[in-house]
Structure formats: C-alpha cells, structure tokens
C-alpha cells in the first residue's frame, strides 16, 4: 500500500496554491501617483510657457476652483462607469439645473426664495437621475442612447428657457449672503468650492473603496450576471449609479449659480466630455469593474489644468509698424476658436485606448518586473464589442410575415410604422395649412430639407445595421462644409479641388472612427463620440468660428434646382410641364434618391447587405459562418462618413455658405429615423426604404412644428425637445413591441383566455 501521506502530514499529488499576491489598493495607487507626478510637471511646464498667469497663485487657486465642480460631478460618473454604464447627459443636467434656479430665483420671473428654488432644483436633478436609471434598467434602453437623448433635451430646454439670452440676479442675491458665500472665497482664502469638493470627494471615495455600495457598484460592472446570482439587486445598483451622478451635476450647478449670480445658454456644453475623459484618465475602466474615486478628481484637475494652458495661451511679441516706425508690442498668443474642444475630444480618445491597452496589459508592472528580472504579471483579458444589448429577434418578425394575410403582411414589416406615419403626417400638414402644403414649390422646399437628412441616414442604416453606432455623422458634414468653404473662400481654390478636399477631410473622419473601433476594439459609440467633438472643433477650428460666404457659383450648382443648372449653361427650357418640374426639382434630390437606390439593392439583394445584417443580428455566429465581421463593420462606418461628407459638400451649396453650427443635432434626426424606419438599436435589422420614410417623418414633424397655424408656430428650441422624446419613444418601440412582441405576446394571452373561458362554457353545458 502507497501511503498518501509525508513525513509531515501533507497529501502527495495534491495541487499547490500559490499566493494571489497583495490585493490592489481600493483608495489611491501608483496609477495616482503618477497622475500627481504628472500634474505638476504640467503646471510647471505652465508657468514656463506662461508665468505672467500660471506663476502666481492666484492661477493655482482658479485651477483648483474651476476643478472642484468638474471634480464633483466626476465623482459622481465615477460610479456610473464602474457599473459599465455611460452618462453623456450630465452637462446638459449641469445647464438645465443653473438655468432653472436662474428663472425660479431671478427677480425678472418666478422671483422665490433661495431655499425653494434649491429644493425644486435637487427635486428636478433626481428626477432626471431616476429616469435615466429607470431608461436602461427597466425600459431597457442602452445608456449610450438614453442619456444622448437627454444631453440633446436638456440642452433645448436650456436654450428654449433662456431664449438664448443670460439671465442675472446679482442684486437679489445679496438678500441671500449665507447661499451665495458657497461661491466665494472663504477667511482662510480659498474659495469654498474647494471644500465642497473634497469633502464629497472623501465621502464618495470611502464608499466606493469601504462599503457594500462600492463591492455592488464593482460586482455589477464587472460581471452583471454573477452579480444577481450573487443576490445583488443590479437594477438598483445601476439606478442608484445614475441618481448620485444626476444629484453631483446638481450640485455643481448649484455652486455655479451661486458664484457667478447668473447664466447663461452654454453652461455645460461639452462638460459630458470632459467629465468622462477626467474618470478615464483617473484610471477608470469604459469596460467596467474598475474605478476609485481619487483618480477620477486627479484626472479632473489634469483635464481643466490642460484646458487652463491651452485657453490661456502663451506670451508673444508683435512687431506694429507706426509711421514708419516698428514698436515691438506685448501679446498674447490664443488657440483659434474649436482648436480647444479639439484637444478635448483627442484626449478623450487617449483616455479610453489607455485602460485597455496599458492598465489591463500591467506594462508599467511588466517593465518594472523585468528591471528587476522577475516574472511578468499575466495581463488581463482584453474584452471588446461593436455594441452590448440583447440580440434581435428576426424569427418574430418571419413567423408575422409567414402567417398573415396581404395587409397583415405590410403590417408585420418593420418599416410599415414610418410609411404610415409619414402618410398620416403629411395629411395632417395638408389639414392644417393647405394653401402652403399644397403649393408644389413647398413641396420641394420640404423635400430639400428631408435631402440631408436622408443622406446621412442612408449611410447610418448599414452601420446601425451592422451593430454600430455613429455619433459623428453631424460633426463630419460640419468638417467637410468647412473644409471645402475654407479652400473656395480663403484659399480660392476651384470647386473640384474644393470637393476634393471636403471628401478628403470627411472620409479621413470616417477611417480614424473605424480604425479606433475595429483595430482598437473600442464600442462604436465612444469611438464616434470623440470624433463628434474633435470633427465640431476642426470645423470652427477651419473657419476660426465665423461664417464664410461668397464663393463661385459653379461650386453652387450642386445644391441648386435642375432649371437653374440649365440656365447657368445656357439652356431655356420652353413653359410646360418639364419646366415646372426642373424649377422644383434640385441636384441634390436626385442625387440623394441615386444614391439610396444603390445602397438599397446592395442591403437587401447584394450578399455585403446579408452580411451586415448577419453581423448586427449575432457577431459571434457571422464570424463561425465565415463572414468577415470586422470589414463589415469597416466598410459600413466609411458608408456612414462618406454620405454626412456628401450632405456637408451639399449644404454650403445650397446655403451659399458655411455656418459654423451647421449638422447640429443632425445625429438625433439620423438615429431617430432609422429606428423609426424598422432599425434596431441592437443591429441586424435596417430597409432603406423604411430609413427614407424614417427620415421623411422627422422632417415633416419638424416641418408641423414649425408650421404658422394661426399665427403660432412652435420655436426651434422646443423643436429639438421633441425630437428627443420621438427617438426615445420609437427605441422603446424597438425594444418593446418589436424586440419583446408584447402586442403578440398580448394578443396570445387574450385568445388564451378566451378558449379557456369557451372550455368552461361547454363544460358547464355538458355538465
């Protein structure tokens, strides 16, 4: 007999355990250390560049103050994001809230104290924060879509409040000096703000790091699925993520309206970025499951301290000649308007590319250990997606289609639901103000309006389609206008070069947006997010944020009516039928149908088209079945770039000029009509023909608000509001009666019931 045992006691053949090692600290670490050691070779490299603003202390106060708002409210992302969820709606949350306290507590409207407009303001800030929870949780709306909608909602009510004027109460506010000292510098001699900050930084860092919220919060983002086995209410964990993020802009807002005693209509833009590049850069995961607090307030004063030097700028000398004289005058030299919002959005980009490829790959442990001649830690597993949810469900849609009649069919089509409100939408324009929708040259002024649109949702669809997403498809036309008006008007550059360029600059957008997410295996969403503020930035950038006009109008012919084309070259049509058509008929309209039917046949006849939709519906089983996934989702996501490029090239022609602002909100419309067209949010599913009609119902809806009906029409700050609510409504749509059937499942148990209740009928009789 082999005896089992050693000398000792221990068993023979039994594994041994080795030591997991020191457990990675929960409060701060090296990756905080170097944060620090970062932040001050920043500031020193400030004060070299510029000592007469970043020398003194009266700099290192304003950056510590300027932080301490960002810093709250990147305290409060810093949960959200440990659950593997987004909040893109914070800035918009930070706006409204200053905004609303600005017309509860201004003399000039509501005039109420200060302690009720703080109430109403924290009762709205929670308000927000539960919908948001209650959107991705219950409702199931991916958080990327859900908080999107609510940036662009608030940001209409901000402008729609403010009537894009500022609003002050510095006199009522000295009424109130106990509220307003929170905004001003204390007896010690720093502002009060700072206090805050840490202390909510403390706080929320202990119980991130200590307490059964942050090994929920951490459980939940790290593997949802074990969480509930675990027993953790994870719908809570995300709800209450989002409730501590809303109440965070809340309180920011808060200390900003009681320092600066007003406000105005770009409180908060772009905040959301640099809110989630401060929470990255802190160390942070966009993948889940990691993230401490002291990082993300260490990221926060990086992130403003960044902005502080490029806004700030650097000390010049200009030489100005006078009389002949040359006197060399002190100056300051200023980034060009856009060029910061640039920036931003490239460290966005970086922040995001660090975690997965530096944190999780331990490089900084692996150099050290090898210094040392030590074994390397193993490196973590790199997890990427086109875009996480609940898969299609195209079997519901086939079984509909197989069992039902001639109507029943067209019903059960996906795209039916935007072909009839379309329909029903254009009869009510004609109801309402038939002497205008009547008239043919309306008709097509509406229908030039719908062009653009419909060009950047032809290409969307695929990419919506394939699983992806595109955020950028407004800032990219914004980018290609800019660049060809830029080299038509400054450079006087030919309309062929000009086109050139724009093509060049919206499709060079579109590759950077492809490489991130295939090679970098970034989600889509925060790939083309950073592409929508760095494509917004270049265009104003371009044009150094003024409007540009006055080129040749050659280059115009593009966005002008067939007839005008005709006369540009010489050729008069005789009066009839033809010439009335040609007077209302424009390039673009024929261009954008030419277009649409080739990417229709290839969608839904063409083998590419099956595999985008194969991609969309299960990337995983595409990928067995052979197809390759990844050129899928390539060629769709320069599909998308290239038709906003073409919109762009086409809206400084037909506007005879480029307008900085131009494509704004272009990405709300776009979605809105793809998942109102038969689109999935999830992918694997798009028609052309129901995204045109998609398209079709955006624009008459924006076409009924603006409608002067009596002489009322609704303002276009409203109109973006309900923009909002229509793509939140046909997501939930998607998801619900689409996605879960509930109308089928609905229907089932009504006719359920009724055999039940005609099996007791006869049972009763027999009996």
């Known amino acids: 007999m082999v005896t089992a045992r050693r000398q000792r006691g221990k068993f023979i053949g039994l594994p041994t355990t080795t030591s997991l090692g020191r457990a990675p600290p929960q409060l701060a670490g090296g990756w905080e250390a170097g944060l620090l050691v970062f932040l001050v070779l920043l500031y020193l490299g400030g004060a070299a560049v510029n000592p007469a603003f970043f020398g003194s202390t009266e700099a290192?106060?304003?950056?510590?103050?300027?932080?301490?708002?960002?810093?709250?409210?990147?305290?409060?992302?810093?949960?959200?994001i440990a659950n593997k969820d987004l909040d893109l709606s914070v800035g918009s949350i930070y706006g409204l809230i200053a905004v609303v306290f600005a017309r509860l507590f201004a003399s000039s409207s509501l005039d109420l104290g200060v302690a009720a407009s703080v109430i109403l303001c924290v009762l709205l800030g929670t308000a927000i924060g539960l919908l948001n929870g209650l959107l991705v949780t219950v409702l199931r709306v991916p958080a990327f879509i859900a908080t999107l909608t609510m940036l662009f909602i608030g940001r209409g009510f901000v402008l729609a409040l403010t009537h894009g004027q500022a609003i002050y109460y510095s006199d009522k506010a000295r009424e109130y000096p106990l509220f307003f000292r929170l905004g001003e510098t204390n007896i010690l001699g720093f502002n009060n703000q700072i206090v805050i900050f840490i202390v909510v930084a403390v706080i929320c860092a202990f119980v991130l790091a200590k307490t059964r919220w942050g090994y929920e919060t951490f459980a939940t983002g790290g593997n949802e699925q074990a969480a509930v086995y675990a027993g953790i209410a994870t719908n809570w964990v995300r709800v209450r993520a989002y409730l501590i993020s809303s109440l965070s802009a809340t309180l920011a807002a808060l200390l900003s309206a009681a320092q600066d005693k007003g406000v105005t209509p770009l409180y908060g833009v772009s905040w959301e970025l640099t809110v989630i590049a401060s929470v990255i850069i802190g160390?942070?995961?966009?993948?889940?499951?990691?993230?401490?607090?002291?990082?993300?307030?260490?990221?926060?004063v990086l992130v403003v301290l960044i902005d502080k030097v490029l806004r700030e700028g650097w000390p010049i000398t200009r030489t100005v000649v006078i009389d002949g004289e040359s006197i060399a005058v002190s100056a300051r030299y200023t980034l060009p308007a856009g060029a910061v919002l640039v920036f931003l959005g490239l460290l966005l980009v970086s922040a995001v590319?660090?975690?997965?490829?530096?944190?999780?790959?331990?490089?900084?442990?692996r150099f050290w250990a090898w210094l040392r001649g030590r074994p390397?830690?193993?490196?973590?597993?790199?997890?990427?997606?086109?875009l996480e949810a609940a898969q299609t469900k195209a079997a519901i849609e086939a079984d509909m289609l197989l069992s039902a009649t001639t109507i029943g069919r067209f019903l059960a089509r996906r795209d039916a639901l935007a072909i009839i409100l379309a329909a029903v939408l254009w009869l009510i324009g004609l109801t309402l103000r038939p002497d205008y929708w009547w008239s043919l040259s309306n008709t097509f002024a509406i229908l030039l309006n719908y062009t653009e649109l419909a060009l950047i949702t032809i290409g969307l669809t695929y990419v919506i389609a394939a699983g992806d997403i595109d955020l950028s498809v407004g800032a990219v036309l914004a980018l290609a206008g800019s660049t060809a008006a830029y080299f038509l008007k400054v450079l006087g550059a030919d309309p062929l070069t000009a086109v050139t360029m724009g093509l060049l600059a919206g499709m060079t957008a579109g590759l950077v947006n492809a490489l991130i997410t295939i090679g970098f295996k970034l989600p889509s969403f925060i790939a083309t997010l950073g592409m929508f503020y760095i494509a917004r930035g270049l265009a104003a950038w371009f044009v150094?944020?003024?409007?540009l006009t006055g080129w040749?109008?050659?280059?115009?012919l593009i966005g002008r009516k067939l007839n005008d084309v005709l006369l540009h070259f010489g050729l008069s049509l005789p009066p009839g039928i033809i010439r009335t058509i040609t007077e209302v008929v424009s390039v673009q309209t024929l261009w954008m149908f030419a277009v649409a039917a080739i990417a229709g046949v290839v969608l839904a006849y063409m083998p590419f088209g099956l595999k985008v939709r194969a991609t969309g519906g299960n990337i995983r089983a595409a990928a067995y079945a052979g197809i390759n996934t990844d050129r899928v989702r390539f060629v769709s996501l320069m599909l998308s770039a290239f038709c906003a490029t073409m919109a762009g090239l086409i809206n400084i022609a037909y506007f005879r000029s480029f307008n900085p602002v131009a494509g704004q909100f272009r990405e709300l419309d776009a979605i809105a009509s793809v998942i109102i067209g038969g689109g999935s949010i999830f992918g694997g599913h798009g028609t052309m023909i129901?995204?045109?009609?998609?398209?079709?119902?955006?624009?008459?809806?924006?076409?009924?608000?603006?409608?002067?009906?009596?002489g009322f029409s609704m303002p276009q700050h409203w109109i973006n509001v309900f923009i909002g609510v229509i793509l939140i409504v046909a997501v939930l749509i998607d998801i619900w009666l689409r996605?879960?059937?509930i109308l089928g499942r609905l229907r089932a148990w009504l006719m359920s019931g009724s055999r039940t209740r005609r099996s007791q009928t006869r049972e009763s009789t027999h009996g």
Do not use: K
């Open 690 to 710: 129901g995204s045109l009609a998609g398209a079709a119902v955006i624009t008459l809806v924006r076409a009924l608000l603006q409608l002067n009906v009596q």
């Open 739 to 741: 996605q879960a059937n």
């Open 376 to 386: 390397p830690p193993p490196a973590q597993e790199i997890g990427g997606v086109a």
């Open 283 to 300: 160390g942070a995961s966009i993948l889940g499951g990691r993230g401490r607090v002291i990082g993300s307030c260490l990221g926060a």
């Open 353 to 365: 590319l660090i975690e997965p490829h530096l944190i999780r790959r331990q490089l900084a442990a």
């Open 552 to 556: 040749s109008e050659a280059y115009n």
């Open 544 to 547: 150094a944020g003024r409007q």
């Open 60 to 80: 290192f106060h304003a950056v510590l103050r300027d932080t301490s708002r960002v810093g709250i409210i990147a305290v409060g992302m810093t949960f959200v």
